[in-house]
């Protein structure tokens, strides 16, 4: 099983999973689409991925 973590916006410093460059309001690290679609390719490509019931393909 393969997770990705996420931190809160706020979580700029460590320890732990942190942002190097933290989102804010008028800066995103990448448009949504963009993220969605390498997303949905790693999980593709990931031996043993299931994908979740009802989930788009």
């Known amino acids: 099983m393969t997770f990705l ?3 809160p ?3 700029a410093t460590g ?3 942190h942002w190097r ?3 804010t309001a ?3 690290l990448t448009e949504a689409p963009r993220l969605h679609a390498a997303l949905r390719l790693a999980v593709e490509h990931t031996p043993g991925a299931v ?6 393909r």
């Open 5 to 7: 973590v996420v931190p």
């Open 9 to 11: 916006a706020h979580r």
């Open 15 to 17: 320890p732990g999973v």
């Open 21 to 23: 460059v933290p989102p």
């Open 26 to 28: 008028k800066r995103r």
């Open 51 to 56: 994908r979740p019931e009802g989930a788009p």
